[in-house]
């Protein structure tokens, strides 16, 4: 049986790669409960947006990280661009 690779959030250089993500992905990266990332949302949910079926665009992704801040193992000001 083949094992799953674990997913890759950020790249190298410890950069986050920015790209749709589902809730449970954005709760692994901000290393915060579902019940938190959810109420996160909720509250700043006119900046936000709804999210497109179960994920959360990469512009999207990129309000929340201007609103919550950069998660804290992420270097600051490093983003990259993900497909």
């Not at 990266?29 to 947006?49: K, P, Q």
Request: charged letters at 25%; proline letters at 4%.
């Amino acid at each position: 049986m083949s094992q799953r690779k674990p997913k890759q959030y950020f790249d190298e250089g410890g950069r986050l790669i920015v790209k749709p993500y589902r809730i449970i992905d954005l709760c692994a990266i901000f290393d915060v409960s579902y019940r938190t990332m959810r109420h996160w949302i909720d509250t700043h949910s006119a900046a936000i947006g709804e999210k497109e079926g179960n994920y959360y665009t990469a512009i999207q992704v990129e309000c929340m990280l201007e609103t919550f801040g950069r998660p804290h193992f992420a270097e600051a000001g490093s983003l990259a661009r993900g497909g």
